[in-house]
């Protein structure tokens, strides 16, 4: 549905929503003239399966173009690997992958089989000055809930699919009350679980302790008065609620899955083991009681302690500023394209490949066919 379209316009008119206008068989028809007009030097594909699929097409008629891919994580429930496995597979078209966490690039390494020499983690980072509690007012979220400013918050922010475990928020959430009475764990985000959980939400007697407040824009107020966020993914690369959290100098209990760990640790929150099989649990409504007490613990042991919650609390924003701002990402990027445009090596690297993809004739693009019919 394309809802952020108009805040990516902000930055260029230049977007072009190829579904709206165009038929699948036509896209390599639009990209070889977009290519053309725009004098592109650089293909930054990132999480399309179509893109994926026309890059043997794309480096056979564009020799001068570099190409390099983003990838989030790897998704062993979804065609063996998801995208982490697509660009493994075209590894050899593709000059440099980068990855937003370590746990992703060992995996593409030892289980996908990506030369280690074509593959870098460059975490995303945040920007630190925009998330800064100093610059938002307190007490925003406890108005809108209409509750005591003394009440501790536990922010679950988050789309609300299986991937992100839902119903074992709710599992801890009935836990922990069992502790601290007063409670309130906030969900925001929307998805195709909303109103499910809603509903179990009201039949485990949880209505005046989770509160569903939707989709939001603007989510630092939510951060500012919380006490903690939650993160329960079974799967995550390294979430961007993690980066959030921690600039607004929130501690963040996290699922150890993905590259989480890269940001996460005993010094700004509490890391929870995975007790499940991503593939066989995926969407599953039970959890092992000791993973369920392991995130009850966590948050119990930091809401009771305001000492630890400060020391954790300062920890956060002051490992954002020095290792993860989004100002190192940009100009890691900067150097990294300006290198593959421009090293005349890489340019006749990707020519030998134009021209011995041209010796295949039309099976570059049939490969982009097939994966249309698939």
Known sequence: DNAWIQRFRQVTPEIFNLPNFL???????FIDYFIRSREIDIIFQSNSLDGYYLLPWIRQHFPKIAIVDYVHMEEWYWRNGGYARDSSIMGSLIEHTYVCNSATRDAMIKK?????????TVHIGIDESYFNPDKVRPNLLYKELNIKSTRPIVLFICRLHPQKRPFLMLKIAKQVKKQIEDVAFVVIGDG????ELKSVAQTMNLGETVYFLGSRTEVRPYYRDAKLTLICSMKEGLALTAYESCAMGIPVISADVGGQKDLIDDTVGALIPYMQDEEHDFDARTFPKTE??????????????????????????EKIKKHFTIHTMIEKMNSEFQRLAKTPSLLDKRQDESNALKKLGFLAGELFTINLAM
């Open 112 to 120: 996908l089989h990506k030369d280690p020499a074509s593959i870098e």
């Open 23 to 29: 038929s699948p068989e036509h896209y390599p028809e």
């Open 292 to 317: 369920i007490a392991a995130y009850t613990n966590a948050i119990v042991e930091i809401l009771s302690d305001n000492n630890k919650w400060s020391i954790l609390s300062h920890n956060c924003r």
């Open 192 to 195: 195709p679980q909303e109103q």
